[in-house]
Each structure stands twice: as structure tokens, then as C-alpha cells.
């Protein structure tokens, strides 16, 4: 089991910046992607970006040039930095790890608020 918590949600002006952090804890040894997905209401799940443990990013369309993945390896951390935010990116953002199985585990979400 693989337990995560996310911080660094908030309110932020359009061209703002924000970075997210997430915390993983548990079975850690067979992670093998780290990553962060966003949600609005009434939509499906989208990709933000991920990161493997070659530290191999992959990126949304969406977000590419403005948003990097990066982690810590020693704290077993994931972070987003979130540059030239808008309105548009508004939603809430889960932190997502996967292990060998496969096995999914995602973490409670943390709201970002792009408002003008």
C-alpha cells in the first residue's frame, strides 16, 4: 500500500505560479511512475504529467513549456511547478504513483484556483 498527500493547492492570479508537492509513504520499492492528474467537475481525469524513476518526464499537451515534474528520490516526493497559469487550469490536482502489478494509488487532491 502506498499512501500519498499532497500540499501547495491555492488561489493564484492568470500568469501566477504555484508548485505543487506530494508526499508518498508505504511500499515505496516498486514505484516505477510518479505523477500528477487534474480534474474538473463533470469531466475525465486528464493527464498533467508524470515522471519515471529514470526521472523521464511526460507531459499534457496542455501544460507543456509552462508546468515541470520533478522529484526527490531520498524523500520519496513528487513536485509540480506551475508557471504562466490560467483560468483554464483551474481544477483539482491528484497526486498519482504506479507500481509493478500494476498497481495504482492516487492521493486525496489539492484544489488550484486560477481566478481573475
Known amino acids: 500500500q502506498v499512501h500519498l498527500v499532497e500540499t501547495g493547492g491555492g488561489l493564484v492570479q492568470p500568469g501566477g505560479s504555484l508548485r505543487l508537492s506530494c508526499a508518498a509513504s508505504?511500499?515505496?520499492?516498486?514505484?516505477?511512475?510518479m505523477g500528477w492528474y487534474r480534474q474538473v467537475p463533470g469531466k475525465e481525469r486528464e493527464l498533467v504529467a508524470t515522471?519515471?524513476?529514470?526521472?523521464?518526464?511526460t507531459y499534457g499537451d496542455s501544460v507543456v513549456g509552462r508546468f515541470t515534474i520533478s522529484r526527490d528520490s531520498a524523500k520519496s516526493m513528487v513536485f509540480l511547478q506551475m508557471n504562466s497559469l490560467k483560468t483554464e487550469d483551474t481544477a483539482t490536482y491528484y497526486c498519482?504513483?504506479?507500481?509493478?502489478?500494476?498497481?495504482?494509488?492516487w492521493g486525496q487532491g489539492t484544489q488550484v484556483t486560477v481566478f481573475s
Open positions: 508505504g511500499r515505496l520499492f516498486d514505484i516505477y511512475k
Open positions: 498519482y504513483v504506479i507500481s509493478y502489478g500494476p498497481k495504482e494509488y
Open positions: 515522471i519515471n524513476m529514470s526521472d523521464s518526464p
